[in-house]
């Protein structure tokens, strides 16, 4: 009888364990599926269709360029356009991006970023549809959604049909700072949501039809093909560099904190290997952390303090991401402290960045990060409540 009660013991035991391992692995995360992998969803919209692709460097399908598995699939594409950074995302921050044709498959290649922001009428009545695949990072001043703007324009007033393939945005988690005031609109934030807005490219361009945000008012073809097994809750790697200026996952977490430098005299590592992830100034008063910009082909041609010492922090360990303002005013008061001068000298630039200039206004008066935050709320909140009726995926807590 003992012997019995044993062996009925071991057994459960053996059970529960085995239950155990059966539970995590039904638990384990699904793999994240972008918009691009799913061919056997978009190829049908493409059949017999010339197409035209607005894609860069971060358009890939299982590592390969998606113009190059489009091609070898058989889809005719009419043409590709390049937004800032280059088909190939080897060009400068502000960079003339010029017309060229794809060495690989002779496809003719134009620029829509630098004289011609969106192609012409006579341009689009060439294809049947345009596909847009580009990876973004999440931030309003980051231009690739204002070339997905202008590309739902020429659409949308051509008649001509517009495929968004989706992927995640790896600030997807936050949603933080000022709603642009229209005033305020440029190519670096032409729609008033804030400045980390927590959407999908997808999700925005629903928003942009939605809100009637398009010159016309009225509504592009959209469809968008979403990613699988994604929510706004998810860290989300970058398999390819989305700029020459954001090399790594660490640059495009401190990218939304640290793009306010860019309307200073003070470098935030153009110039270096580690852009977007140090701060420095040739003053040996900034920090004691010291590096020395130099010029980058495709990168940094003339950064920010070239060739000069700089003294400051290095960032590259830091591990909380979201809209950061106490680096842009701590550095500003030490500023003052040294030269008896805002760090901000190029105010309409900050402005433009910001979407205001309340915010450059505060930061000179020396309110505290807590206050600046507080007077965003309000709008905030009316965007969040707007974001919802555009999600696609899980809304981020």
């Known amino acids: ?36 992998e799913q061919t056997e969803t978009y ?23 998606i113009v190059d598995s ?18 190939r995302g080897d060009e400068d921050a502000g ?10 498959t002779g496809v003719k290649i134009y620029s829509i970023y630098g004289k011609n922001k969106r192609p012409s009428p006579e341009l689009l009545k060439q294809v049947d549809i345009v596909l847009f695949d580009i990876q973004d990072v999440g931030c309003r001043f980051y ?36 709603v642009l005031k229209e005033e ?40 968008v093909v979403p990613v699988k097994n994604y929510d706004h809750s998810m860290a989300y790697s970058l398999p390819v560099k989305p700029s020459p200026n954001l090399p790594n996952d660490q640059s495009i977490l401190m990218y939304p904190s640290l793009c306010f430098f860019e309307a200073t005299p003070v470098s935030i590592g153009r110039g270096t290997d580690f852009p977007f992830q140090v701060i420095g100034y040739n003053n040996k008063e900034m920090g004691e952390f010291t590096f020395t910009p130099r010029s980058i082909e495709g990168a940094a041609s003339n950064p920010v303090l070239k060739g000069e010492q700089c003294f400051g922090e290095d960032l590259r360990k830091v591990a909380e991401g979201g809209l950061d303002l106490s680096y842009i005013i701590k550095w500003n008061e030490q500023f003052k402290k040294e030269t008896n001068e805002s760090v901000i000298s ?6 433009l960045l910001s979407g205001t200039d309340q915010l450059r206004k505060q930061i000179e008066e020396g309110k505290s990060e807590k206050k600046i935050k507080i007077s965003w709320k309000s709008d905030l909140d009316n965007y969040k409540s707007m974001r919802n009726k555009y999600l696609i995926y899980t809304n981020s807590k």
């Open 1 to 36: 009888m003992r012997q019995l009660f044993i062996y009925l013991l071991v057994s459960i035991l053996f059970s529960c364990q085995a239950s155990d391992e059966k539970k995590e692995v039904i638990q384990k995360p699904k793999e994240i599926i972008v918009g691009a």
């Open 43 to 65: 190829l049908p919209l493409l059949k017999d269709k010339k197409v035209g692709l607005l894609v860069n460097q971060t358009s890939q399908i299982q590592g390969r360029h």
């Open 70 to 87: 489009l091609y070898a699939l058989g889809v005719n594409i009419e043409m590709i356009f390049a937004p800032e950074h280059g088909f």
């Open 95 to 104: 960079a003339h991006v010029k017309d060229a044709v794809d060495p690989k």
């Open 143 to 178: 231009t690739y959604i204002s070339s997905m703007h202008y590309m739902m324009e020429a659409c949308q007033e051509a008649n001509i049909p517009m495929l968004v393939l989706d992927r995640p945005n790896p600030n997807g988690m936050y949603i933080d700072g000022p």
């Open 184 to 223: 305020f609109s440029s190519f670096v934030g032409m729609h008033p949501i804030p400045i980390l807005h927590g959407l999908t490219v997808g999700e925005l361009a629903k928003m942009i039809n939605g809100e009637k945000w398009l010159r016309s008012e009225e509504e592009c073809d959209l469809t």
């Open 346 to 351: 190029k105010k309409k630039w900050m402005d």
